[in-house]
């Protein structure tokens, strides 16, 4: 092996990036400004979106109902959003740490509007300190292995 080619343990330390998605692969989103309208305001505290309102129009409007319902669902099946692309596509200031955190808000969200749960979901603490600005995909993952991202 030449000194310019890189070794297999040398490669090892590289992780792929995760595959790049963005909200035009949400089913509907395309065609439906309502359903855009909503993913962009709904996690967003100075809009206040009312979701109780929310749930009584998707009793009354069938079609909407669906729409949403399919890209909910979507979104839980594929979890294909990571914090940053979230935070892309809603502009939201909700300070969430984890994509299980993400995950579970949505979950609740669609428990409250298509099951039984009986109250829209609880905001994370808007008091919260934000996560750090070097809170990349690395790092969180690199803390999720037990280990600081400067020990690989």
């Known amino acids: 092996m030449s000194e310019t080619e890189?070794?297999?343990?040398?490669?090892?330390?590289f992780r792929a990036?995760?595959?790049l998605w963005s909200a035009w692969d949400i089913p509907g989103w395309r065609e439906d400004s309502h359903l855009r309208t909503f993913y962009t305001c709904f996690l967003h505290p100075n809009i206040?979106?009312?979701l109780v309102e929310e749930k009584r129009r998707l009793a009354r409007d069938a079609a909407?109902?669906?729409r949403l319902r399919t890209s909910l669902?979507?979104?839980l099946e594929q979890q294909p959003a990571t914090l940053g692309t979230w935070h892309s596509l809603t502009q939201a200031d909700l300070h969430l740490y984890s994509e299980g955190e993400l995950y579970?808000?949505?979950?609740d969200l669609h428990a409250f509007l298509f099951g039984d749960h009986p109250s829209p979901p609880d905001?994370?603490?808007?008091?919260?300190?934000?996560?750090?600005a070097h809170w990349t995909y690395w790092t969180r993952?690199?803390?999720r292995a037990g280990r600081a991202p400067w020990e690989h």
């Open 6 to 13: 890189p070794s297999a343990l040398a490669l090892s330390y």
């Open 17 to 19: 990036a995760p595959a």
């Open 48 to 50: 206040g979106w009312d």
């Open 64 to 66: 909407w109902a669906a």
């Open 73 to 75: 669902e979507y979104l």
């Open 104 to 107: 579970g808000y949505l979950l």
């Open 123 to 132: 905001d994370p603490d808007p008091d919260r300190p934000t996560p750090p």
């Open 141 to 143: 993952n690199s803390w």
